[in-house]
């Protein structure tokens, strides 16, 4: 077992309509404004970006994140990522009663050494500290969905 590779799977249920979540989900500069953990995106060029993350363990993963496919028919959202993590990860966004559900996967290779020296003792934290923030990413795009329905004053 490679203890630096990761597999993360996430369902988001959200009373917002699909294409008002992929569009949410697709501004990738958006993602500070409503997701906590997302600390940073600055933009390189139409397709590339860095972002800086960091959640409840003190320490920061600094990305390169390229847009690998985007496809609004079908709902998916793909980029791949270089960096402290290596890797891909892909939101599919689809219809669920009157809501959403958003599914997000990844897969990716730890390359940050913190990560790496602690790979066996820290692995739950680790994925423990995954969960949290995707919760709370959840928590921030449900928040965002409410603020911009019909009615609200927009965020």
């Not at 496809?71 to 959403?100: K, P, Q, Y």
């Amino acid at each position: 077992m490679d203890w630096c590779h990761y597999r993360f799977r996430s369902r988001w249920d959200l009373d917002a309509p699909p294409a008002a979540v992929f569009e949410a989900l697709a501004d990738g500069d958006g993602y500070p404004r409503w997701w906590p953990q997302v600390r940073e995106v600055r933009r390189i060029d139409d397709r590339t970006g860095t972002a800086r993350f960091r959640s409840l363990v003190p320490y920061d993963l600094h990305l390169t994140v390229t847009e690998a496919g985007r496809d609004a028919a079908r709902g998916t959202l793909r980029i791949t990522f270089s960096g402290d993590l290596e890797g891909w990860a892909r939101w599919t966004v689809t219809a669920r009663g009157a809501g959403t559900r958003a599914l997000f996967e990844q897969d990716v290779v730890a390359r940050k050494p913190l990560l790496r020296r602690f790979a066996v003792l820290g692995r739950p934290l680790f994925r423990a500290n995954h969960a949290l923030m995707m919760r709370a990413g959840c928590r921030g795009l449900r928040a965002r969905m409410l603020d911009r329905r019909p009615g609200r004053n927009p965020v």
